[in-house]
């Protein structure tokens, strides 16, 4: 399924927030920084991208159901995007 370039403006912003926490991380760890700090730097990383994950297939379910409403086929069935969601628990 193809997302719509606007519509994933957020989820891209997500994704490049977690690449800087990423990107602090390894600078941390090279630095020697204190665990918790590296630890607290990799949970942000973490969540960043729960969310744009969860982000993403929130955004390709709207996309089938307006998909739907228009009477047109979906590109995905709800079996797949229940599958979709799972993979991100």
């Given at each position: 399924?193809q997302l719509d370039p606007v ?18 991380v390894v600078s941390m760890m ?60």
């Amino acid at each position: 399924m193809q997302l719509d370039p606007v519509e994933i403006v957020p989820v891209l912003n997500r994704v490049k927030r977690a690449h800087g926490h990423l990107a602090k991380v390894v600078s941390m760890m090279e630095e020697g920084r204190d665990c918790e700090d590296i630890v607290t730097q990799y949970a942000a990383v973490l969540k960043a991208l729960e969310r744009a994950g969860f982000a993403l297939v929130a955004t390709g379910m709207r996309q089938c159901m307006a998909a739907e409403a228009n009477g047109e086929e979906p590109e995905m069935d709800a079996a797949k995007m229940e599958k979709l969601f799972l993979s991100l628990t």
